[in-house]
């Protein structure tokens, strides 16, 4: 068991402004560790992948789950155990084939088969059926309404290219496996891969046939990925020209950033929690008044103001508010 002492954190980047359909050439800390959408979870991998694949719910920008390749879902009146999603129709992916319900099956079992780092997220899935080629059942042990929370990251993929390539199951990232799409995508998202050099660049180009193009409108025509992982370097990469956006600018160099003409920097609170993990059986930590002393000493204002330069928010609990189950009735700390 572990006690937490917590701060939310919020997500930071930094861009050029731009007006004009062009390429737009995007820096980093890391690097997708595989192209494969269900062989990792983890923040640059997904981050990447959702610029090539689709899964069947998102969420916007205020953290709301919205459709995607579902246009709507419900569990069925004479059964909470099973949820229904009805597709959407129209989607092709990026060799032309047609999205339909048979993906659908073939991507969540693959995302639940072993190798895969996604599994966990679908463990309470008992079974998943095609009802027609645009509607799918998901049926669950016991109810389960976080079901869909599970699923923004769950991306689709082609069961007839997924067997032409021999790619039936993720690759094990753990124990070095690599597999087709380890390198290679087919997917129905509105970039398709052009060429990926692992921790150095990866190229991507707008999909022409992209669903979503009236929804989303998009001036990007190109995206040129350039994973940095030095943080000095990845900001003198943006106040040189030389990237157009950078993520995970450093707080100290928020004020130079900022102030700099022609380029803006964005922050949103994100699904993050720092904190400290706590022995509670054995050593100091296993005293519960060390841990409430422990607790009372941490300053989380001064933690905000100096540290984290107002880029974060004291907490008591796991998770930010936007998340479904918070409460303010638990939300106590010093």
Do not use: C
């Not at 059964?79 to 991507?107: I, K, M, T």
């Amino acid at each position: 068991m572990f006690h937490k002492i917590l701060l939310t954190t919020a997500a930071i980047a930094a861009s050029t402004v731009t007006v004009s359909a062009e390429t737009i050439r995007w820096a980093r800390a890391g690097d997708a560790i595989t192209m494969d959408p269900h062989a990792q979870n983890e923040g640059p991998t997904h981050g990447m992948n959702h610029q090539i694949y689709d899964s069947l719910l998102q969420r916007d920008m205020s953290g709301n789950i919205i459709p995607s390749l579902a246009l709507s879902w419900a569990a069925l009146a004479d059964n909470p155990n099973v949820w229904r999603f009805n597709l959407r129709q129209g989607v092709s992916y990026h060799d032309g084939a047609a999205f339909d319900s048979e993906d659908v099956v073939f991507s969540l079992n693959r995302a639940m088969a072993d190798g895969s780092e996604m599994k966990e997220l679908l463990s309470s899935i008992k079974d998943i059926r095609a009802v027609d080629a645009h509607t799918v059942d998901i049926e669950t042990n016991g109810a389960n309404p976080l079901l869909v929370n599970n699923l923004t990251n769950m991306f689709m993929m082609d069961k007839d290219w997924s067997t032409a390539n021999d790619v039936l199951t993720p690759h094990d990232v753990a124990k070095g496996e690599t597999n087709f799409a380890t390198m290679n995508t087919n997917g129905t998202g509105a970039f398709m891969l052009v060429s990926r050099s692992v921790d150095e660049k990866t190229v991507l180009t707008s999909n022409p046939n992209y669903w979503g193009k009236d929804i989303y409108p998009n001036q990007v025509t190109d995206i040129i990925y350039t994973p940095i992982q030095s943080a000095a370097t990845r900001v003198a990469a943006l106040l040189s020209g030389e990237v157009d956006i950078i993520q995970d600018v450093p707080v100290q160099d928020l004020g130079r950033v900022s102030g700099t003409d022609g380029l803006n920097v964005a922050t949103a609170a994100q699904n993050r929690v720092i904190f400290f993990g706590l022995d509670t059986v054995e050593g100091p930590t296993s005293n519960l008044k060390v841990r409430q002393a422990m607790n009372i000493a941490i300053n989380r204002d001064a933690i905000k103001k100096i540290v984290m330069r107002e880029q974060s928010d004291p907490t008591g609990v796991i998770m930010p508010p936007f998340v479904n189950g918070w409460t303010e009735a638990l939300n106590q700390y010093p």
